[in-house]
């Protein structure tokens, strides 16, 4: 793998390991390259051509995944193609190895968003559905869970999203109300067949 390709790849995956759980910035970045994969219409050198409309491409993806979109300030979201996060030049590096190995980059991205989505979702399973019951569940320990493991502690804020949602959900469940499901990682299942990403092979730098 030549240098250039090294150099994007390291350039994504400090914005991988710095992302939250809702990974909006690396989502950004992989829906760019999938439209420039698929529409074939898009400059990757040049962050005006690309540089508002992957705002929508990521919304899109995030309120089906998530149910969420970004609310940060244009200016924050923009920061995503500063030199110091993924440039044009290294964005047009990506872009041409993705088209290459078609879509081996998007799948990078999401593979890695599946699996801290993963990580989330095996502790809830744990604490609020599996193993936990209110005699033995304390607090402390779902919080160092969260603390301790290097995949999701920047995302410590999504902790007290679910304690938050589990109360809503017992008060709601006592008036006999209805809410929604809370996000599962199954539900990416459908995205990755659309997309053929389960046909990508991962290459041996890239898994």
């Not at 998530?66 to 940060?72: A, D, K, M, V």
């Not at 190995?101 to 799948?107: A, D, M, Q, Y």
């Amino acid at each position: 793998m030549n240098t250039d390709i090294e150099q994007a790849k390291m350039k994504l995956d400090k914005i991988i390991n710095k992302s939250r759980t809702r990974f909006y910035k690396p989502i950004q970045i992989a829906e760019v390259l999938y439209h420039s994969r698929v529409d074939n219409n898009i400059d990757t050198s040049n962050k005006e051509d690309y540089r508002i409309k992957s705002k929508l491409w990521r919304d899109q993806v995030t309120n089906r995944l998530l149910h969420q979109s970004s609310t940060s300030s244009s200016r924050f979201q923009d920061d995503i193609w500063n030199d110091n996060a993924m440039p044009p030049e290294m964005l047009k590096v990506l872009d041409d190895f993705n088209k290459k190995n078609s879509g081996i980059v998007e799948k990078y991205i999401y593979d890695k968003f599946k699996e801290k989505l993963g990580v989330i979702s095996s502790i809830i399973q744990i604490f609020l559905v599996g193993l936990s019951c209110p005699n033995n569940f304390q607090l402390d320990n779902l919080l160092s869970l969260f603390r301790q493991e290097a995949g999701i502690k920047r995302s410590i804020d999504k902790c007290y999203e679910i304690i938050t949602y589990s109360l809503l959900e017992t008060v709601i469940n006592q008036l006999e109300a209805e809410i929604e499901e809370f996000p599962e990682v199954t539900e990416i299942i459908e995205f990755y067949q659309e997309r053929q990403y389960t046909e990508i092979q991962l290459l041996q730098m890239w898994q």
